[in-house]
């Protein structure tokens, strides 16, 4: 089945200690981005990367960190994770050709 | 700077009573515009994406169409299943592969 996962779907963690929240899709896509979706501010995106060690800042970069080593993968660092980092967190990935994107079910991550 | 605006916010309307909703944009060049579906506590779900100004895009009750300052969903006889946020986006033409999307328009479709 074509899909994209995320890992893991609900965290909560304390100020300061490092986090990651992987992704994978199958579906040979060239194209991956993270977006955050908070009440009120709708879906922000975070990174995004074009290929394999091609990334790229979106609207809201600050205190996240990306790498794309592979293909399929495109993990989500978090290295000194703050309250204000408390959100819903989208994986997406889509053909270069089209830019349509496929989202992953999210990950609901709580920082205290 | 790039901008999308969503039109109205939410929208409550009785099953088969035809409406539109409305994403208005503004882009240094227009390279595609998306339309979402999104579910309560789910992934946004890829409906369509338009080109250039003319465009339309159809999918069971829903129709995409494309100007070249805004772009309508227009929703034909809806059932309560079509309650939903929809979203919609833009990409850019100077701003490879950065996409802006608007807050959306909350859509409830009474029995």
């Known amino acids: 089945e074509a899909q994209v996962t995320q890992n893991p779907r609900y965290l909560i963690t304390v100020t300061g200690k490092k986090l990651t929240v992987t992704c994978s899709q199958n579906?040979?896509?060239?194209?991956m981005s993270w977006y955050r979706q908070d009440p009120g501010l709708g879906l922000r995106q975070i990174y995004y990367?074009?290929?394999?060690?091609?990334?790229d800042k979106g609207d809201v970069p600050e205190g996240y960190k990306v790498s794309r080593k592979e293909k399929r993968n495109f993990p989500l660092i978090l290295e000194s994770p703050s309250p204000n980092q408390t959100s819903l967190y989208f994986c997406?990935?889509?053909?270069?050709?089209?830019?349509?994107?496929?989202f992953g079910p999210g990950t609901r991550l709580t920082v205290t | 700077e790039d901008q999308v605006t969503q039109s109205p916010e939410a929208l409550r309307l009785q099953e088969g009573e035809s409406s539109s909703l409305n994403c208005s944009y503004t882009?240094?060049?227009?390279?595609?515009l998306f339309w979402y579906r999104q579910d309560p506590g789910k992934g946004p779900e890829f409906l369509f994406t338009?080109?250039?100004a003319g465009e339309e895009k159809e999918k069971e009750r829903l129709k995409a169409t494309l100007t070249k300052k805004e772009s309508f969903l227009h929703i034909t006889a809806p059932k309560p299943e079509d309650s939903a946020t929809y979203l919609c986006?833009?990409?850019?033409?100077?701003?490879?592969?950065?996409?802006?999307f608007g807050q959306g328009t909350t859509l409830q479709v009474k029995p």
């Open positions: 997406a990935s889509g053909p270069f050709s089209s830019y349509e994107q496929y």
């Open positions: 579906m040979n896509h060239e194209y």
């Open positions: 990367s074009m290929n394999v060690e091609v990334t």
């Open positions: 882009v240094s060049g227009l390279r595609g």
């Open positions: 338009l080109y250039s």
């Open positions: 986006a833009v990409l850019s033409s100077s701003n490879t592969g950065k996409l802006i």
